[in-house]
């Protein structure tokens, strides 16, 4: 079974970037999808993004094109979630998480234990 | 986008009770719903795919069902360990979308 490990938590002023890695373990890590899932505080899920890794291609929710690069290292098992041009609403935590069959949209499981991103001046 | 919506916001249930819960799509998805558990300070849990397959070691009193637009997740008799809250999601149609959730509270 993959488990997914992720960074650690960030402090970072407005208008900066931050950048968040997430490790899979076990399984084939080229083999399915990673997708990138925030939680603000007190709030719902929203899916920002996910890459096939042994593909290289990245999908983005429309809310975040632009403003997001999902990346993947193979040699490593990481992906990685880079949101630039923060502002205090990105305040969040941000979960990685495995989509299985990576040719449809797909549930996800399992997922990283998530990291909290702060955005604060 | 296919809007998801969960209702109730929040269940109140005694332990040892019965708790359905509802899902609701704002165009057919077909059985392409996942329901997931989450609790204070955790990642979500994957429960249910498929409407109405559990996921690997989910506990029977764990059941879905449902297709199209309406969609239910029951737990049969609520145990300590299920006071959380509870995501459904469609993946039919992209992008993949969740409901804005269900609390499920002590009574």
């Known amino acids: 079974q993959v488990q997914l490990v992720q960074s650690g938590a960030e402090v970072k002023k407005p208008g900066s970037s931050v950048k968040v890695s997430c490790k899979a373990s076990?399984?084939?890590?080229?083999?399915?999808?990673i997708s990138w899932v925030r939680q603000a505080p007190g709030q719902g899920l929203e899916w920002m993004g996910r890459?096939?890794?042994?593909?290289?291609?990245?999908n983005y929710a429309q809310k975040f094109q632009g403003r997001v690069t999902i990346t993947a290292d193979k040699s490593t098992s990481t992906a990685y979630m880079e949101l630039s041009s923060l502002r205090s609403e990105d305040t969040a935590v941000y979960y990685c998480?495995?989509?299985?069959?990576?040719?449809?949209?797909?549930?996800?499981?399992?997922w990283g234990q998530g990291t909290l991103v702060t955005v604060s001046s | 986008e296919i809007v998801m919506t969960q209702s109730p916001a929040t269940l109140s249930v005694s332990p040892g009770e019965r708790a359905t819960l509802s899902c609701r799509a704002s165009?057919?998805?077909?059985?392409?719903l996942a329901w997931y558990q989450q609790k204070p300070g955790q990642a979500p849990r994957l429960l249910i795919y498929?409407?109405?397959t559990r996921a690997t070691g989910i506990p029977a009193r764990f059941s879905g069902s449902g297709s199209g637009t309406e969609f239910t997740l029951t737990i049969s008799s609520l145990q300590s360990e299920d006071f959380a809250v509870y995501y459904c999601?469609?993946?039919?149609?992209?992008?993949?979308?969740f409901g804005q959730g269900t609390k499920v509270e002590i009574k």
């Open positions: 998480a495995i989509q299985e069959d990576p040719v449809v949209t797909g549930w996800f499981d399992p």
């Open positions: 076990g399984g084939t890590f080229s083999s399915y999808a």
């Open positions: 890459i096939i890794p042994i593909l290289g291609i990245a």
């Open positions: 165009q057919s998805v077909s059985s392409n």
């Open positions: 498929g409407a109405s």
């Open positions: 999601q469609q993946y039919n149609n992209w992008p993949p979308g």
